[in-house]
């Protein structure tokens, strides 16, 4: 059986769509198409059903990918590790929400660049959950991080690290709001602060009222801009209140610069994902840097 109409069946199977499939391999769309029509006949069995979106294997499909992809993967290591030269440099193209990605993960991966005989070259990409992903799927990253779980089985998402959420503002606010048990901090009480955010919809706020408060902000947004390390900033300088990642502000904190206007006994969490394509944790350069990151998230946490 043909190796390459293998490959084309795997990534299929794993991308959920002849489409992307295509994309992902560097073919036309009627080029996988040929070579699927091309296996299923060889097999004598349907290995999809085509549907409005996408495909769904068959019973023989997925039987057929279990016993075939791990050993698809195996030969790929040996292609890019077995016959590549080990002091090659290596390029881990990274892609991730902008504060957690610089603050994060590439000061941990940098001490991967060191000319120690297995250095890596890195690239890093800023961008929402859903670019990431799509990059991701389209070859263009090789790790992603993000806040969602991806869907399907061509992404492979690893739990990282979670990440706590406080409620923060500069101590004027804090006087001017009355707050002082931050065990009882009351939703009315911070009703006229105004809000800094990254975006008009108020998600870090919004999401926390609601877990915390059970109820939605009032207060309008004084500042929005799309990134958190803005909002701090702004926190900072007395443009309002703002919920903010403990990691992030927490130098602040212990500068007097902000304070903490809520201390709930279950503060709201958000877990990251450290994302790859399937089987791409078969390239060793990949594989050291998800290792490396999961090694790192344990201090985080």
Known sequence: MDLALLRTFVTV?????FTRAAALLGLSQPAVTSQIRTLERQLGRPLFLRQARGVTPTTIGDELAHKTAPHLDALLEITEAGLTDDSALRTLHLAGPPEFTAERALPA???LTGEDGRALALRASFGNAEDALDG???GH????I??????GTLL???PLCDEVHVLVAAPDWAERAGVEDLRDTDASALQHVPVVEVHESLPFVARYWASVFDDRPSAPAAVVAPDLRAVLACAVAGAGLAVLPRYLCAEALERGDIVTLHDPPVPPLRTYFLVVRTGTLAMPHIARAHEWLLRAA???N
Not at 13 to 17: K, M, T, Y
Not at 141 to 144: K, P, R, S, T
Not at 146 to 151: E, F, I
């Open 156 to 158: 492979t998402a690893t």
């Open 136 to 138: 991701l799927a389209a």
């Open 146 to 151: 993000g806040t969602a779980r991806p869907r």
């Open 298 to 300: 344990a201090d985080w």
């Open 141 to 144: 990253h090789d790790l992603a």
């Open 109 to 111: 991966l940098t001490e």
């Open 13 to 17: 199977h794993r991308a959920g769509s």
